[in-house]
């Protein structure tokens, strides 16, 4: 069997991603539809450079979900080493393919006889899967600290201030590295502050519901208490593996509804410990600003609560900002993520995360281009997108 053609090959990675293309068209045609009636997400539509990092990034996201959860898009299990296809060039057959076997390597083979491009987009689904939640989990934690530090000053605000500029003050790398080096995990430090972090969706979304429906105790009580039950649920859960040496460890296994990785969660930590002092000080500086506004002023006149006008009218006007901040965010994080990857640090060592396979393409990277190449541009457009869209909500945004 002969080796693929570039334009065989372009081709038939283009139809590997129909999934994609399908959801991104109906996406778009959608929301172009109905973009009067979307706010600011729908006017990323009227900015030339909104809409290519939007693009970019829904093309990621997609490809993440439709690997991570259907395996359509991905020829082979991407850490399955078939003989005879080490270091193989793009387009190259597979020597003594089986039945119903994806019969090339479309983008390669790496140093260890696995297919690149389903590497690739494996690896989509673990950066997609860790970049941004984890970034929401910073927000929430700088959130929770930020509001009330902007908004009461005194001795609560230096306290907190202190505790994130001495945070700050260490060089990031060098900290995120510590984070996750085997001498820290083994100690158990991740386990803990993942106890300690985990706390604040709680308490963020307990204070939310409380200052909305302040005025409605019945209804209040009951989604409080229904939010409360399976959110502790869940974070027991969450922190909790048997054999981890935490302690949580007294959780039963049947009430346990899933494992994190040891790696994949002293990773999580780490990106929320980091980002956290940064989004602190963000939304600290925006509520001083916004707290001398006309509208809470009008809201202490009514006699609203402290935490009311904090959630209800002070960080729903900082949203532009935020939101900007938070596309910007994702893509620092996937670049630290990858950081990680390419130190060999927090994920395993066979995860085919970007980061990982770029560290190990390199050391034959004079010789074979395409397994450190690949991955590389896949983190590259990812990156580049998140700040296309920042660039694109920060002109839409400033036209409020």
């Known amino acids: 069997m002969e080796p693929l053609t570039t334009f065989e090959i372009i081709t038939r990675i283009l139809y590997q991603f129909i999934p994609v293309w399908i959801s991104m068209l109906v996406v778009f045609l959608a929301s172009i539809s ?15 450079i909104g809409i290519i990092g939007y693009g970019l990034v829904t093309f990621w996201v ?15 299990d991407p850490l399955a080493q078939l003989s005879g296809m080490k270091n193989k060039a793009p387009g190259t057959p597979l020597p003594r393919p089986e039945d119903g076997q994806y019969v090339y390597y479309l983008l390669g083979g790496d140093n260890l006889a696995r297919d ?32 009330p530090a902007g908004y009461y000053g005194g001795r609560l605000d230096t306290i907190l201030s202190f505790m994130a500029n001495l945070i700050l003050a260490f060089p990031v790398i060098l900290l995120f590295y510590l984070l996750v080096t085997p001498e820290i995990v083994a100690t158990g430090i991740p386990s803990y502050m993942a106890a300690v972090f985990f706390v604040f969706p709680l308490i963020f979304v307990t204070v939310l519901l409380n200052s909305r429906y302040h005025v409605l105790p019945k209804l209040r009580n009951r989604l409080i208490a229904i939010f409360l039950i399976i959110g502790i649920w869940v974070y027991l859960s969450t922190i909790s ?12 296994s049947a009430l346990d509804l ?20 940064t989004i602190f000080r963000i939304i600290r500086g925006l509520t001083l600003d916004l707290k001398s506004r006309d509208y809470v002023a009008a809201a202490q006149t009514r006699g609203e609560s402290a935490w009311y006008i904090m959630l209800w009218e002070i960080l729903p006007n900082a949203r532009g900002p935020l939101i900007v901040d938070f596309c910007l965010r994702i893509g620092y994080t996937t670049i630290l993520l990858g950081t990680l990857g390419f130190f060999g640090l927090g994920l395993p060592p066979e995860s085919p995360d970007w980061g990982s396979t770029i560290n190990e393409g390199r050391k034959l990277l004079s010789v074979y281009l395409h397994p450190a190449i690949t991955p ?5 457009s990812l990156v580049l997108g998140l700040n296309l869209l920042a660039d694109g909500l920060r002109e839409e945004s400033l036209k409020d």
């Open 241 to 252: 593996e048997w054999g981890r040496g935490t302690l949580v460890d007294f959780w039963p």
């Open 34 to 48: 109905f973009k009067r009636k979307l706010g600011l997400y729908g006017r990323i539509f009227d900015s030339p």
């Open 62 to 76: 997609f490809t993440a979900f439709y690997a991570g959860f259907f395996d359509l898009i991905a020829t082979h």
């Open 376 to 380: 590389a541009l896949a983190l590259l």
């Open 258 to 277: 899933f494992n994190i990785p040891g790696g994949v969660l002293v990773v999580f930590v780490s990106v929320v410990f980091v980002n956290s002092p």
């Open 116 to 147: 690149v491009f389903t590497r690739m987009v494996k690896g989509s689904a673990i950066v997609l899967a860790i970049a941004p939640l984890a970034t929401l989990f910073g927000y929430i934690v700088g959130v929770t600290l930020g509001l």
